[in-house]
DNA sequence: GGGTGGATTCTAGCAGTGCTAGACATCCTG
DNA sequence: CAGGATGTCTAGCACTGCTAGAATCCACCC
């Protein structure tokens, strides 16, 4: 009785993937305000009822391709950060990347960061892949920096910043690199504890 | 054949006024999902079909929206620079009354920022309201500094990531003045031309 | 092998969306 | 007062996310 329940819910595990990356797919390729429903389920086969047997409804289908997301993104940032070898060089090597993937990916990073997900951010719950993306900004910091959390959250904010307004066009794609340049230059080369108490 | 005729424009003048406060006050109280061009046409009191005589569809709506925000914004940041009195002062003045503006404002400041709309950025028909905005950024820089617009973008970029990430939930409402703090203090406080031609 | 029960999947539909054609009313003009 | 333009509304289209209940399938047991 359990070697075929075992096959049935692999078949089931299959299915639920490819639910996923079909709605990937499908944002990557045409925006996801294309991805509705019965695009969907017509794209992997079956009847709209079946995502829904899936997942709670279509902002769970979004996180779950932001879930993904924030792995791919946590292992492209940490190559970044790793192959960087300048003792000043990583915080720039992973932002460098980070942009890199938004501007890549726009889709995904936007189911990650600006659609509405119910990823919990900053909390006990959050998913390890979204910890692990944050971790990389975080590492970047020398760990006898106190503020490191801090840092990165104003960093990985400042990039986030970047990415998200050159993709909607409210600030030309050209010059990207120099206000990269900019940015991370202001934010390493000074000295480690500012000013206020 | 004119006085009637400038009375009628004047009172189709008022109703497209009344639209746009409609929308945006509909949008502040219950958020831009609530709303539809039928609850819009409810509170103003006419059809559907009135809204499109005067708007193209709901994207111009909300652009009509945003372009009003932006006229406050620009003033709110004007009036925050000249207050401001140090000399390192203005830009942190400035930043804080535009993270100011996007707490207090959200709806408001999802139709200028993260919305899709008709508007121009960085472009020779950029409307003037976007362009005093943008400007409020630049005049934080002194005039002798050659790469005042891309100091103003970059530092523009920065909040707006923090006054979204916040928003969205994906960075904790609490430190924010902090993280501002450490943003400024890495801009300001120091030298002018950093390191690469 | 052939029912049978339970899980699975689909059909059909609901209430809502943005948007519009064509009927209707309204009001200035000759 | 009739004519005609101007304005407005009713009704509807094609679409959205989502779901109840019918239909189907399929492992199981005798």
């Not at 993709?167 to 202001?186: H, K, N, V, Y």
Request: a negative charge; hydrophobic letters at 40%; aromatic letters at 8%.
């Amino acid at each position: 009785m359990s070697a075929i329940h075992e096959r049935r819910e692999r078949e089931r595990a299959n299915r639920h993937q490819l639910i996923i990356t079909a709605a990937r797919e499908l944002a990557e390729t045409e925006g996801w305000e294309a991805v509705t429903t019965r695009r969907l389920a017509e794209r992997v086969e079956y009847s709209q009822p079946v995502l829904y047997s899936h997942f709670n409804g279509k902002e769970a289908i979004v996180s779950a391709v932001a879930l993904d997301g924030f792995d791919e993104l946590a292992t492209h940032l940490r190559r970044a950060r790793q192959t960087a070898t300048h003792p000043e060089q990583p915080l720039r090597a992973v932002c460098r990347a980070y942009l890199e993937f938004a501007t890549e990916r726009p889709a995904l990073y936007q189911a990650m960061f600006v659609l509405p997900t119910n990823l919990k951010f900053a909390s006990t719950e959050t998913p390890p892949p979204l910890r692990a993306a944050f971790t990389e900004f975080v590492d970047c910091f020398p760990p006898t920096n106190t503020r490191r959390e801090l840092f990165a959250e104003v960093t990985w904010s400042a990039v986030h910043g970047l990415a998200v307004l050159s993709d909607s066009g409210r600030i030309p794609q050209a010059g990207q690199e120099e206000r990269l340049d900019f940015l991370i230059t202001r934010i390493v080369d000074t000295p480690n504890e500012p000013t206020t108490p």
